[in-house]
């Protein structure tokens, strides 16, 4: 082999052995990125969007992050969770820019350390290391690689390493604050934000019964819940994910697992049960596993619902009486430590199993116990946010809704808008009845109502309303808004995906209720919220077999057939007949114009200002209540609507005897 073969060789050799892990871009302030999550400081204080002190060098951002360590101290620390732990003992490589507001000549003397810690906060197990600042007020790019050695056993168990901290001048003094700015962390694998778990997922939901009641459906009633989880997987490859049962629907005291390791430990027994009313055999606990598992090998995410009340709450009399005793045996009597310890340890099984999420169900209403008469005290916010906090740390890369507090749309006055009629023929179909015309509902809006949530719960306005589950004003109104944001945020920091969660029938589970919906109106709720990047859930239910009742089968197959293929959705058309309360019905006149020149508004929803595909003569615009706001005479470009509060409007724009109507949402 010549010389130069052999060199070349050498030098690939050499290039292969110290080439560059694949970095995926964490944190970023210019571009908005956070696929990680600022927690909290140590020993100073932590700001976003700052502007860069020297965009000369290396960074050339014009805005970053700002950490100023407190005088007086020899540390300073921020910390980020890791949506996606380190799970495998690997080559880690983490990146970042950072800039020290010291002058090189005095770096000798000041806090010039820059160190990267990867923990487990469940564990405690972690490994650092530490860099020193080479340059004074001039921005550098640091680099700390950890090698799989590095990590233990221990730590990459019990849900890995899932924080990074950030230390600034560790076990340096100084007297004065130091300022320190970072940008652009990168790490060795992809971080996903929990609210972007569901982005652009469509999903349905697998009702598995739990406890006692899951032994009487299979040993009684001939249910086979394996087929029909598996006839789901194999039939809606274009479907994202699925909800299914932790616990009963509406029944926190019936789980679908049996063995729980922390009652093992709190009573010191294996096997430990607190009432067998509470779980199934242990042959029927295998269902839920090997759901979740021909969920999972489909590649389907799977959300697992929890009631949040306390046991006892919905318990036979037996039942209840146990799980007080259970409480006042090893809790002394704290109801809100005892449940937590009881979830915490499905919860536990749960994550090793691969669960992605959980929807908890009556968060309003926690650890409610009535059993327990004039003797029981309402939970806190405190203790929900404790139970919050406990879900985080046994399955830290879970994401979780909270069902609690719910939104709907209000006018421009902030009143609350009503749906008047459905349609002509005024029938909802709730439950084969029809509606009262004198009961009118409110309109769901999906909205962050509390920093514990990653989506939303996405309940439709309740049934009992008389809203059906089809509403058309979910299509001009609820589904509108996730068109104009698929993201909510509460209090300006809690990013939560707007998801929607809705049945087929005229009742949440049974199959012997009316089906709602038809196969293009589905697709149509489904398609609009997916491409705008939220999520939506449709409640199916199980037919006597445990598998999917017929009808619904034919509606999800036509999604997944459509969403295959990508096909467009129909064009929604308000019912005839169909009106909000105070709505001029004169409005909604048909036009006599021709279809081929139908009236459009770009953009909708409209900001400041809109335009229309078509000439017209005049056109003036109305609330929904039929009181004219604004009037254009003539042919314009434009239409400025900056003076309009938020809401809904009416189009009425004339070309010569006939008119047109259509309405438009301004934000």
Not at 232 to 246: E, R, W
Not at 327 to 348: L, Q, R
């Amino acid at each position: 082999m010549s010389k130069l073969k052999i060199l070349l060789l050498l030098l690939f050799f050499l290039l292969l052995g110290n080439r560059t892990l694949a970095q995926h871009l964490w944190y970023e302030n210019e571009t908005g990125t956070e696929n990680i999550t600022f927690s909290r400081t140590v020993d100073g204080t932590f700001t976003t969007a700052e502007t860069n002190p020297d965009v000369s060098g290396v960074n050339t951002n014009t805005k970053s992050s700002k950490f100023v360590r407190d005088a007086d101290v020899n540390r300073g620390f921020t910390y980020f969770q890791l949506f996606t732990p380190l799970t495998t003992a690997s080559k880690y490589t983490v990146t970042l820019k950072a800039y020290i507001d010291v002058a090189t000549s005095d770096l000798s003397s000041e806090p010039n350390r820059l160190r990267i810690y990867l923990r487990n906060t469940t564990t405690g197990d972690f490994k650092q290391i530490t860099k020193t600042f080479t340059v004074g007020k001039a921005w550098e790019k640091f680099s700390f690689v950890f090698d799989k050695a590095d990590f233990t056993t221990e730590g990459l168990g019990s849900g890995g390493y899932n924080q990074l901290d950030i230390g600034f001048g560790n076990g340096q003094e100084s007297t004065s604050a130091i300022n320190y700015f970072i940008d652009q962390i990168h790490g060795s694998i992809p971080q996903v934000p929990l609210k972007d778990v569901l982005k652009g997922s469509w999903g349905g939901r697998f009702y598995v019964r739990a406890g006692e009641d899951l032994d009487d459906y299979v040993d009684n009633k001939g249910y086979n819940y394996i087929a029909g989880a598996q006839e789901i997987a194999d039939s809606y490859p274009t479907m994202g994910h699925v909800i299914t049962n932790a616990t009963n629907n509406a029944n926190s005291q019936l789980w679908t697992l049996r063995t729980n390791p922390n009652v093992d430990e709190v009573m010191g027994a294996e096997n430990s049960i607190v009432d067998e009313e509470f779980v199934p055999s242990l042959a029927n606990e295998q269902i839920i596993i090997d759901v979740i598992d021909i969920f999972k090998n489909s590649g389907k995410k799977v959300i697992l619902y929890v009631n949040t009340q306390s046991p006892a709450n919905r318990a036979t009399a037996a039942g209840a009486v146990a799980w007080n005793n259970y409480v006042d045996t090893y809790f002394a009597g704290d109801g809100h430590a005892a449940w937590m310890n009881y979830c915490e340890g499905y919860i536990k099984r749960f994550t090793e199993i691969g669960v992605d999420g959980y929807w908890f169900d009556s968060f309003g209403s926690y650890n409610i116990n009535n059993s327990l008469g004039n003797a029981d005290v309402a939970s806190t916010t405190e203790q929900r946010a404790e139970f919050v906090a406990m879900i985080r740390n046994a399955a830290p890369n879970a994401i979780i809704t909270t069902n609690i507090d719910k939104d709907s749309f209000v006018d421009e006055n902030g009143d609350l808008i009503l749906v008047d009629t459905d349609g002509i023929d005024e029938s909802v179909g709730v439950d084969g009845t029809g509606d009262d015309p004198n009961r009118d509902y409110t309109i769901i809006k999906m909205t962050a109502t509390n920093s514990w949530s990653d989506f939303t719960a996405g309940h439709i306005t309740p049934l009992g309303q008389g809203a059906p589950p089809n509403s058309w004003a979910y299509e001009e109104f609820t589904i509108s808004d996730i068109e104009e944001s698929s993201i909510s945020i509460y209090e300006g920091t809690k990013q939560t995906l707007k998801h929607f969660f809705l049945p087929l029938r005229a009742t949440w589970s049974s199959e012997r209720s009316d089906l709602m919906f038809d196969n293009e109106q589905a697709y149509r709720f489904a398609k609009r919220i997916t491409d705008a990047g939220g999520s939506v859930t449709f409640s199916n239910t199980t037919a006597t077999d445990g598998t999917t009742s017929e009808d619904e089968v034919e509606i999800l197959t036509f999604m997944d057939q459509q969403f295959a293929i990508n096909a467009d959705a129909t064009v929604y058309e308000r019912p005839e007949g169909a009106f909000l309360v105070g709505e001029d019905q004169s409005l909604s006149i048909a036009s006599n114009l021709s279809d081929d020149i139908s009236l459009k508004v770009f953009p909708n929803p409209v900001k400041d200002v809109f335009k229309l595909s078509k000439e017209f003569n005049s056109l003036t615009i109305y609330a929904i209540t039929g009181e004219k706001i604004l009037q254009f005479s003539g042919n314009k470009e434009s239409f400025d609507v900056s003076s309009l509060n938020p809401g809904f409007y009416i189009i009425k724009a004339y070309v010569n005897n006939n008119f047109e109507v259509i309405r438009f949402l301004k934000r």
